[in-house]
């Protein structure tokens, strides 16, 4: 069975502050990991599509990379408006529904 | 990136009514739409895959006969919630996949609350 686990659970940064989130990761063969933004009352944003170890992808202040067991989200000198819960899923190679994980609630204190 | 609409965004209802949810793909075309449940603070929890032209697939758990899921053409799934009763109430999400499966664009959700 595919699984997901994120940490931390939530996470304080102050302003400028940069840090990682983990996704950890199980899957029966790796079709994808997908990173999304959640926003309060709000569908998930998409935000990268990761396919095999040692890919990194990057969007303005944020970095995605992935290795055979995990994927980091790294931001970098995050800004207020960087709060938001940060998801993470996986999709293997036998269907196209995806495996979330619990997410990572990040705040960034001004 | 690709676009999917929800209506309603919002939904208030009595015990015993049924509520319909409406999913679209505004830009592409999905065979295939999943619907989410998402209670407060926790993940998303696929409810079932909706494919056009036939039946949807429910996951384990989760009532087909309650969750009532039409795919009527290449844009549009529809989630009817039946004799809906305040459990129900949850954040409700649906997401269409790209052609390739590069990933799913979710809708903006619809927050159903049964009194």
């Known amino acids: 069975e595919d699984q997901v686990t994120q940490s931390p659970e939530a996470l304080r940064l102050q302003e400028g502050e940069s840090s990682s989130l983990n996704c950890s990761y199980t899957v029966s063969g790796l079709r994808g990991l997908f990173w999304y933004r959640q926003d309060p009352g709000k569908g998930p944003e998409f935000l990268f599509t990761?396919?095999?170890a040692g890919e990194e992808k990057e969007k303005e202040r944020l970095k995605a990379t992935l290795t055979k067991k995990e994927s980091f989200l790294h931001i970098t000198a995050p800004k207020p408006e960087d709060s938001a819960t940060y998801l993470c899923?996986?999709?293997?190679?036998?269907?196209?529904?995806?495996?979330f994980g619990p997410g990572t609630r990040l705040s960034v204190l001004p | 990136g690709a676009v999917v609409s929800q209506h309603p965004s919002w939904v208030i209802c009595k015990s015993g009514t049924s509520v319909k949810i409406e999913c679209r793909s505004l830009d592409f075309q999905a065979t295939t739409m999943f619907w989410y449940r998402q209670f407060p603070k926790q993940s998303l929890m696929l409810m079932a895959t909706?494919?056009?032209?036939?039946?949807?697939?429910?996951e384990q758990g989760v009532e087909k006969d309650k969750f009532l899921i039409n795919h009527a053409s290449l844009t549009l799934s529809t989630l009817t919630v039946t004799s809906a009763h305040p459990e129900d109430s949850s954040f409700y999400i649906c997401?269409?996949?790209?052609?390739?499966?590069?990933?799913?664009?979710f809708g903006p959700g619809t927050r159903l609350l049964v009194l």
């Open positions: 990761l396919y095999s």
């Open positions: 899923a996986v999709q293997n190679n036998y269907g196209q529904n995806f495996v």
């Open positions: 909706s494919n056009e032209g036939s039946k949807a697939t429910y």
């Open positions: 997401s269409a996949p790209t052609q390739w499966g590069e990933t799913q664009y």
